[in-house]
């Protein structure tokens, strides 16, 4: 038989064990849910705007979607471009690591990693190391293509031409709640091709481009751009007049 004294103590023991696990598991989810918040905090689109004496304002733009990212920098007057670069994030702690998939200034970063620590609030984003700070524009919304995404088809005389988007050869779009940005690009020559960006709208099924810059001709700069678009299968369907003038029919998946 065992004594009431001891059946006390066992009990407490498992009272104890018991409150440890649920006092561990309790940090835990308060760890996940932290990490969480900040790595959601930065999703979105910042801007830095710097001036020196007798140089141009450059504009640096950078759009956060979970897991991608992509950074620009042109001439805030006229548009000019000067540089783009982007790939894959992940926000630990304060440490932010980025793969670069692409870079238009140097493409020998193609395939390395980098590390740099962070100070994110709501409004501002501090680069550890630099003096850049990145003032919040848009939180991811309103905007209904907030995301990555990558050129999986086109539609030509209404035959759909799929592309895999798994080769190295790709066209992605970022998108925030305003902003947009595309890059052609090669992971496995590291071929930077073109880019554009600018703001963008979506409503009653339209989604308009406002061109800011345009690597490959700065007359494009100030133009808009108006497509159809639908989502259908968690596709982007994108139709109507490019920026030359040529009817497309272009199909977007999410970038996973």
Do not use: C
Request: aromatic share 10%; no cysteine; hydrophobic share 30%.
């Amino acid at each position: 038989m065992t004594s009431p004294t001891t059946n006390r103590n066992r009990n407490r023991n498992r009272n104890f064990k018991s409150k440890r696990i649920q006092t561990g598991m309790a940090l835990l989810i308060f760890a996940f849910l932290s990490f969480t918040s900040t790595a959601q905090n930065i999703i979105g689109a910042w801007e830095s705007i710097s001036t020196a004496e007798g140089e141009e304002d450059i504009k640096v733009v950078v759009i956060f979607s979970d897991g991608y990212q992509v950074l620009s920098a042109y001439n805030s007057k006229t548009g000019k471009f000067i540089g783009t670069n982007g790939g894959t994030w992940k926000l630990e702690g304060d440490t932010m690591t980025e793969k670069i998939e692409f870079d238009s200034g140097n493409t020998d970063r193609v395939g390395t990693e980098t590390n740099f620590k962070v100070t994110i609030t709501d409004s501002i984003v501090e680069i550890g190391g630099s003096e850049m700070k990145l003032k919040r524009i848009d939180n991811g919304k309103p905007g209904k293509l907030q995301g990555a995404w990558l050129m999986s088809g086109r539609v030509k005389d209404g035959e759909t031409q799929s592309r895999d988007t798994n080769k190295p050869r790709k066209t992605m779009k970022i998108l925030s709640g305003t902003r947009f940005q595309w890059i052609a690009y090669n992971t496995e020559t590291k071929e930077f091709m073109g880019t554009g960006g600018g703001t963008y709208t979506t409503e009653n099924g339209k989604y308009t481009e406002n061109i800011e810059f345009f690597s490959k001709d700065d007359t494009r700069v100030g133009n808009s751009l108006q497509f159809d678009f639908s989502l259908k299968e968690g596709n982007w369907n994108h139709s109507g007049l490019s920026s030359k003038g040529a009817p497309i029919h272009e199909i977007w998946s999410v970038r996973e």
